[in-house]
C-alpha cells in the first residue's frame, strides 16, 4: 500500500473513532450530525478507493447513505425507503459475494426465501402485517444470506464477515424496538426490553463498527497480487 494509502487509511480510522465517540455520547442534532456524518465519510472512503475496481461496493456504500439519509436526516424518519435502500444494499452485497463462490444453491434459496417472508410475515402478524414489516423481514433474510455466503469465503475476507454480523446485531436492536409494542408483545422488564430500552445507543454501537469494516476491505483493491 503507498504512503498516500496509509496517510489516508489513518485518517479515515481517526474520523470515524471521533465521530463514534459523538455517536455513541451525543444527544440532538449533534447526535444526527454524527451519526450522518460517519457514513459520510465511509461512503468517501469507500468511492475513493473502490469504485474504479469494485462498484457493487462502492454503490451498497451509496445505499447505505440514502438510507441513513431516510432514517437519521429525513423529520420524520422514512422507514419505508430507508429499509428498501437497505434492501437494495444487502441485494448489492448479495451479487457481489455470488461472484465469488458462484453458489447456485445459495442463490437459489435466497430467491425462494424472500418470495416466502412476506407469507411468514402475514401468518404470524396476521393483520398487523404492513409494507413495513414485509421489506424488513425480506431485507433481513438477504442479509443471513450475505452471512451465510460471506463464510464460505471467510479465509478470502474475513472483515467482510466481521462486519455483516456486526450489521446483523444492529438490525436486530432496530428491529426488536420498531416490533416493540407494535407487531409483537414484548413484557416491560423482560431481558429484551431491558436490552431494547438500556438507554445506550445500541444499534450505532454496532453499526458504524460495522460500516467502517466494510469500507476498509475496499483497500483490497489496492493490494497488489504476487506475480
Not at 28 to 35: P, T, Y
Not at 44 to 57: E, G, R, Y
Not at 94 to 117: D, E, F, P
Not at 129 to 150: E, G, K
Request: glycine share 4%; aromatic share 14%; proline share 3%.
Amino acid at each position: 500500500m503507498k504512503i498516500s494509502k496509509k496517510i489516508m487509511t489513518a485518517v479515515f480510522i481517526l474520523a470515524s473513532l471521533v465521530l463514534y465517540f459523538f455517536v455513541l455520547t451525543a444527544y440532538g442534532n449533534l447526535l444526527v450530525i454524527s451519526e450522518f456524518s460517519a457514513i459520510s465519510v465511509c461512503f468517501l472512503f469507500v468511492l475513493v478507493n473502490s469504485f474504479a475496481n469494485d462498484k457493487l461496493l462502492t454503490y451498497g456504500m451509496f445505499f447505505t447513505l440514502c438510507a441513513d439519509f431516510c432514517l437519521v436526516i429525513c423529520n420524520p424518519i422514512e422507514q419505508i425507503k430507508g429499509v428498501v435502500f437497505f434492501l437494495i444494499v444487502q441485494a448489492l452485497y448479495g451479487v457481489k459475494l455470488y461472484q465469488n463462490n458462484k453458489s447456485k444453491g445459495l442463490l437459489i434459496a435466497r430467491i425462494i426465501a424472500t418470495a416466502v417472508a412476506p407469507i411468514i410475515v402475514f401468518s404470524v402478524l396476521g393483520n398487523k402485517t404492513d409494507v413495513l414489516s414485509c421489506i424488513s423481514v425480506c431485507y433481513y433474510v438477504n442479509l443471513i444470506f450475505n452471512i451465510i455466503s460471506a463464510f464460505t469465503s471467510f479465509k478470502k475476507n474475513p472483515v467482510f464477515v466481521i462486519a455483516l454480523l456486526l450489521f446483523l446485531l444492529c438490525d436486530t436492536v432496530v428491529g426488536l424496538g420498531v416490533a416493540a409494542g407494535t407487531y409483537l408483545p414484548i413484557a416491560e422488564g423482560s431481558f429484551i426490553h431491558k436490552i431494547i430500552f438500556s438507554g445506550i445507543n445500541l444499534a450505532w454501537l454496532f453499526y458504524l463498527p460495522s460500516q467502517v469494516l466494510i469500507s476498509l476491505t475496499s483497500l483490497k483493491n489496492h493490494i497488489k497480487k504476487p506475480q
